[in-house]
């Protein structure tokens, strides 16, 4: 099994800046992909951006420019979300998200995130 454990969630204003961490451990030497998704209130969960063990990252197009994924380091599996120039429609609850070799996908227990206008 893997664990993923997120913190850094928060209520900011809109304009500024969070970052959210994701550790994971277990049987991590399964993970080659990292994730980071986010659920708002009566929309469908939806990727914001992924990181590969070997550093390739995807990200959506509504955070480029302004989220950074970065981490996943294959020996520690800690993951980064920096998000800047915050906006009020990145509220959500945020969830780390982990894939891999004959693994089934396993997820954080997600960290709201709060942008006020």
């Known amino acids: 099994q893997v664990q993923l454990v997120e913190s850094g969630g928060g209520l900011v204003q809109a304009g500024e800046s969070l970052r959210l961490s994701c550790v994971a451990s277990?049987?991590?030497?399964?993970?080659?992909?990292m994730a980071w998704y986010r659920q708002a209130p009566g929309k469908q969960r939806e990727l914001v951006a992924s990181?590969?063990?070997?550093?390739?990252?995807?990200y959506a197009d509504s955070v480029k420019g302004r989220f950074t994924i970065s981490g996943a380091n294959a020996a520690t599996i800690t993951v980064y979300l920096q998000m800047n120039s915050l906006k009020p429609e990145d509220t959500a609850v945020y969830y780390c998200?982990?894939?891999?070799?004959?693994?089934?996908?396993?997820w954080g227990q997600g960290t709201q995130v709060t942008v006020s206008s």
């Open positions: 277990g049987k991590i030497f399964r993970v080659n992909t």
């Open positions: 998200n982990a894939k891999g070799v004959n693994m089934s996908p396993y």
């Open positions: 990181i590969t063990t070997g550093g390739s990252t995807n």
